[in-house]
Structure formats: structure tokens, C-alpha cells
């Protein structure tokens, strides 16, 4: 009996000893499981447990082609025209605002001082046969309103020797764009300017160009007698906020702004330094590049055009006002920046 018990209490120790060997050794890692920590299997979270360490982490992947992935919320857009000011923020904001269901395609609204009055502004390229997407014949048939050249019965919104609080405020209920009342009826003309009817105008989209006459009347006014830089902040700033007011009109009833810088002036006032720093003119439209991105709207850059003519005094009549190519240089280039705004702004 003793000596039965003497090798069932030796087998017994034989086995304990290799059972406790086997677990002492290391497990082979068979590429299923990661390590075991110490305090066993059901103390390990996803957290604690690395990968096998022949396993690569996952490349980024593609998503599968009928997933749209949203853009940036933030930043800027590829493939603009380079005189069109317009980010992601932008866009995003006009999205929002840009009522496509009350607004007319390929109707403009035009606000500004004589340089907008003038008939040369944008108007060839609605009877140009080189821009059919804009043309008298045309899919879309645009039509400006504001000029009073054309459509007369139609509230002018652009005349010469006027100022931004003119075009927000108007005179007398002459001009101002808060005595505009959108839908409005206006008679349509054919290509030859020939009455053909009745038609209700709601614009897509407007121009707004001031800054020339706001800039010589504070130099003509306030500066003759106050030439601090006190001063021409509070013109300038009274400037901003009627262009602000005006823009803010039309988002409010779903219409795109569209800010253009002030075209460089070969007169006194452009190049005046109060204060030292930029001339006036310089000054004034980086603000007006300062205001757009701050509202988000896009901003035509009006003044970066011309001066990258190269000899730009050439394309003015008096230093003022464009002669006939430079308006052919502003048309072609706001061309441009309208086919952007309808790829991206515009969508119907």
C-alpha cells in the first residue's frame, strides 16, 4: 500500500512539474491572438491588446465609388478664376442664402456709380454672340437691370457721380436699393431693343462697384479741413458700412452680392498717404476685400485685374473712367467669374 502510494504521489509530481514547465514557456504566436497580459484573457480590453507586430496598420482607403465624401468646410476652391474672391466658407454661407426658387437665371442687378452706369458695362455680353450662354438669342437670354439705358421703366440703381449711401439709401426715391421691390414688371425688349411684352424680374445675382466718388468727396470735403488719419478712417468706414448695408439687402432676399473692387485711379486722391502706409486707393479696396470675406460673398477684383494688364492707364479715357478696351478687359474677365458662380453658387 505504502509503495502504491509512493507512485501515484510521483506521477502526480511528474505531471504538476511538466504542466507547470509547459505554461512557463512562452505560447508561439500563431497570428490569430496578440499577447495575453498578465491578469489573464478576461482582463484584456480592445486598448490593451497591440496588434501582432507583422501586421502593417490598414492604408487609407477609398471609399467605394457611390459614396459622395462632403468637401472642406473651410479653405479655398480649386480652379476659380483668379479675380474671383470665394472660399468654402463662402460658399457654404450661399448656399444657404441663394433662394433658387424665387430668383430668375441670367438676370443681374446693377449697383454702382457711372462706371456701372455706362452701357459698355457687362451689356455686350448679353448681344455677343461669343458668350451664348449670356446673349440675346441664348439658352438663359440675360437681362441687366439698373442701368437706365435699357429698361427704363425699371428703377436705376447706377448713376453717375454717386456714392455707396446713394445706392443704399437713393435719393428722393431715385435709386437706393431699399426702394427696390423684387418681383418687379418691366417691358421686355427683342434683340433690336423693340418692345415685346410684359415681364416679372426677380435677379439671380448683383454687381455692386462704389468707392471713386466716395473717395474724391472725402478728399474734396473732410480733408480739406480735417487731415487726420481720425478722419479718413470715419469716411472710410462710413463707406464700408453703406456697402454692408447694401449687400446684406440682397442676401436677405436671396440674391448673391457680388463686391467689386474700386478700378485704380489716375487722379490725385487714388495715391494720397494719410498716415503713411498705402495710398488711399490701396487702402480702401483691401477693406473691401477684408468686407466680402467677413460677409461671405464673392468679391470681383476689379482693381488686381487691371493693374495686371501691365500698362493699365491705358485702359482708362480720363484716369477715371475705362475707356473701350478696358471695358472689353472687365466683360471678358466677369465672364469668367459668372460661369464660377453658376457652376457653384447658382445651382438650380
Sequence with gaps: MVSMNKVVGSFLFVTWTAFAAC???PREDDGLDGPIPAGGAADASPADVAPPADVAPPADVAPPADVVVPPPASGPIEGLSPYLLLDRAALAHLEQRFDAQRTHPCEIQVVGDSISESLQFLN????????????YGGRTHCRLFGQGG???SVLQT???????GWGLHGEGGWGGVTNLRYPFTYTDLDPGRAPIGQREAYPEL????????????YVRDRYSWDKSPAGEREARGKYLASLEGIARWFLERGVVPVLLTIPPGGYREWDLKIGGGKG?????????RALGARLKVPVFDVHRLMVDQGDWRALFSDGIHPNARGYAVINEA???????LRRLVLVR
Design 23 to 25: 505554461a512557463a514557456q
Design 124 to 135: 455686350p455680353l448679353t448681344s455677343d454672340r461669343r458668350y451664348p450662354d449670356m446673349a
Design 150 to 152: 435699357i429698361f427704363t
Design 158 to 164: 447706377a448713376a453717375s457721380g454717386m456714392t455707396a
Design 206 to 217: 448683383a454687381t455692386i462697384l462704389f468707392g471713386t466718388n466716395d473717395l474724391r468727396g
Design 280 to 288: 488711399l486707393g490701396d487702402r480702401w479696396n483691401q477693406d473691401v
Design 334 to 340: 466677369f465672364h469668367a467669374v459668372y460661369a464660377d
